[in-house]
């Protein structure tokens, strides 16, 4: 039977039937009537506001004048312990991975030779980061907040497999949000007289972890004085995630200052040891909550993550991390023999690694042709498109030079890429639970990764604070 999801979201009840790869078989439509869903969905939505479960509302982005509770699932979704457990077994691999892919120019630039030709703005990112090589890095740490999301696959006998739809390695949201759901779903337990339940659902508190990484970045920085600059949109509807982690930090006597690219375009500054400034105060960390899509750069945006990344600041990501996140270098990773290239002598890292991966296809035979730069920027999502375009010219193009565009082929199938997301997305947002066999992705999606002194880090389930580590190099 597949499971019936139920989720909260847009002031009613949804409900979706036949999510067969998000959830296990649940059991939890049995225990409602149709009459008690409204009423259990309303006391729901009232505790997630209590507890700070919130969103800006789409009307004022830019205001917490009115705010909104953030989409959730009524009921914490199940999953098997065995499944938990190999999520978070596997998490420091995925985090060595990514460190050893950023670390290796060749291997970037051999696999996105193919996207940079016809993608923009991944283009402009490598632009970055050859100039950052050509330079010299100047960063001696390293930081990265990644979070992995997962789907579960059904084989034939049944069984269930974890498979990784992605990982995100610049920006990864909804660890604050995570942190304060746990109690949401245990008072809708509680309501309807599943204390026992109620009382197996851990404690997830990721939010924490993520300012313990940032904090261990900070200090490894060595000036007591220096700040955390958090690049954030003006329009930030998320923006109470973020605060959990800027709250957690402040309590440690880390300050955070929230700034937009085009402060930092205008304020901004290096001295001569390459040490940013911002506003005349020193800064040790860059939390990239921005600059993860092509729309949230112009002109003037790319020529201050340039000025980032010359920095000697511990940039979250980097620009090397953030490219080692792309879906090109995910489907290569997927390719036999490049894991052991990447981590080599780990054969049971690359055996957990690769037990997660699921089919990932390139699209290289599809047929191409090119067009001119007025072309490619005529419709409104190709406006952005249009300012990367202009900046990286005036540094690896010349002006007018035709954009390679690729024309899908016929016959390739279509994914619906917004439902695709909506499943994707609602993970983070659920409560872990323990027992008969039960939990969710909640608690690991938003980890911080990197290795303290080369050294591995234990792969186990932590009790309530995620495991962090920081790289130096």
Not at 455 to 463: D, H, I, N
Request: glycine share 6%.
């Amino acid at each position: 039977m597949l499971p019936l999801k139920l989720i909260v979201g847009k002031g009613k009840l949804v409900s979706a039937e036949g999510v067969g790869l998000v959830g296990m078989a649940t059991g939890w439509g049995s225990i409602l009537r149709d009459e008690q869903l409204e009423e259990m969905a309303r006391q729901a939505v009232d505790r997630a506001l209590a507890e700070g479960v919130l969103l800006r509302t789409s009307q004022e982005p830019s205001s917490s004048d009115v705010v909104s509770y953030a989409p959730f699932t009524l009921f914490p979704s199940l999953v098997p312990s065995a499944l938990l457990e190999q999520a978070y077994a596997v998490q420091m691999d995925f985090n060595m991975l990514v460190d050893a892919v950023s670390q290796n120019a060749a291997f970037l630039e051999q696999t996105l030779s193919s996207t940079i030709k016809r993608d923009n703005f991944t283009a402009c990112l490598f632009d970055i980061h050859k100039q950052v090589l050509k330079e010299g890095i100047a960063q001696t740490v390293f930081l990265g907040l990644n979070r992995s999301d997962y789907m579960f696959q059904r084989n034939a006998d049944g069984s269930a497999a974890l498979k990784q739809i992605e990982i995100n390695t610049i920006s990864a949201s909804f660890g604050g949000l995570a942190s304060r759901t746990p109690a949401v779903h245990r008072h809708v337990l509680n309501v309807l007289s599943k204390t026992k339940e109620a009382a197996k659902i851990l404690s997830n508190n990721p939010s924490k972890g993520l300012a313990l990484g940032i904090a261990k970045a900070w200090e490894l920085y060595g000036s007591a004085n220096a700040l955390v600059l958090l690049i954030a949109q003006e329009k930030e509807r998320n923006i109470f995630d973020q605060r959990a982690i800027e709250n957690e930090l402040l309590a440690r006597n880390i300050h955070v200052i929230r700034r937009r690219f085009e402060d930092v375009s205008e304020k901004g500054s290096l001295d001569q040891d390459r040490r940013l400034f911002m506003d005349g105060q020193e800064v040790a960390v860059v939390y990239f909550r921005d600059g993860y899509m092509p729309s949230q750069y112009s002109p003037q945006n790319w020529e201050a993550r340039l000025l980032l990344e010359r920095s000697c600041a511990v940039k979250c990501p980097d620009i090397a991390t953030q490219l080692a996140g792309t879906k090109k270098v995910q489907q290569e990773l997927s390719r036999m023999g490049i894991l052991e290239m990447l981590l080599p002598g780990q054969p049971e890292s690359v055996a957990r690694l690769r037990a997660t991966f699921a089919g990932l296809y390139s699209l290289d035979m599809a047929g191409k042709d090119t067009c001119d730069e007025q072309a490619c920027g005529t419709s409104a999502s190709n406006q952005s498109h249009g300012a990367c375009r202009r900046w990286c010219s005036s540094r690896s193009r010349s002006p007018g030079q035709p954009i390679p565009c690729v024309r899908a082929q016929p016959g390739l199938p279509r994914l619906r890429s917004r439902d695709l997301l909506s499943l994707v997305l609602v993970i983070p947002l659920l409560a872990p639970l323990r027992g008969f066999p039960l939990g969710t992705l909640g608690g690991l999606v938003s980890s911080v990764h990197r290795r303290v002194n080369a050294e591995y880090l234990p792969p186990a389930l932590p009790s309530e604070d995620q495991k962090s580590c920081v790289s130096l190099r």
